[in-house]
């Protein structure tokens, strides 16, 4: 390759990166939709004394949708306005006694700020954190036989979220990408009259994957 040929070359280049630098600072919004699993470790029941005094959760399928636009947009960072809602529908719960409900459903939704590093490449990790509040309804149904006395609840809740942004396809799919994350919901908890775990809080951690328009 000559020089002229090498100079036309990476003024090409440098054009595509540009072109694609600045696509990327007009597409302020975003549309996500996830799914994953919810993960809630298990809780000691206060005073039991019947074998497995646990209220045992299992790793509910979870759903997410998430819009966000972007406030501030520079090469190396980003910061982005999103707001996430999931929707764990059937979290199981289990223990040695009939003193849990079958099941409860979960919703969080939770306005937050997310820094991403270096939005206009291909691999682009990031940050959340934000409050909202977060919805629980439990069967009406105890996990073996008997009436449920719980009922539905709501609280406050922190969320903190770390994940990654990928657009390998740019040149065809310029509009699209994926994410992959790990969300830390940190609520209250569910009302369960018959298995008093001495705890108000408890962490409900999302691991997802999805994909995101970019508009």
Known sequence: ?????????????AMCILRGSAAAQ?????????????????QGIVGATYPNPFVRSGKGLSFEIEYARRLLGKEVYAISGEVPAVFNLDEDLGSG?????????????T????????PATAVSPWV?????FAYFNENKNLNYYGTN?????????????LGVDVRPFRARFS????????RDFWSGTPKLP???????RQHNYLIGAGVTWHF
């Open 149 to 161: 006395p719980g009922g539905s609840s709501t609280s406050g809740v922190l969320q903190g979220g």
């Open 26 to 42: 007009d597409e302020k919004n975003e549309l996500t939709g996830m799914v994953g699993r919810m993960v809630i470790s298990d």
């Open 97 to 109: 006694s009939d003193v849990v409900p079958k099941d409860y459903k979960q919703i969080f939704v």
């Open 1 to 13: 390759m000559s020089g002229k040929q090498a100079v036309i070359a990476v003024l090409l280049m």
């Open 128 to 132: 959340s954190l934000g409050g909202g």
């Open 175 to 182: 509009h699209f990408g994926f994410r992959a994350e790990v």
């Open 194 to 200: 018959l298995a008093d775990t001495g705890k108000t």
């Open 111 to 118: 306005p937050a700020l997310r820094f991403n590093l270096f």
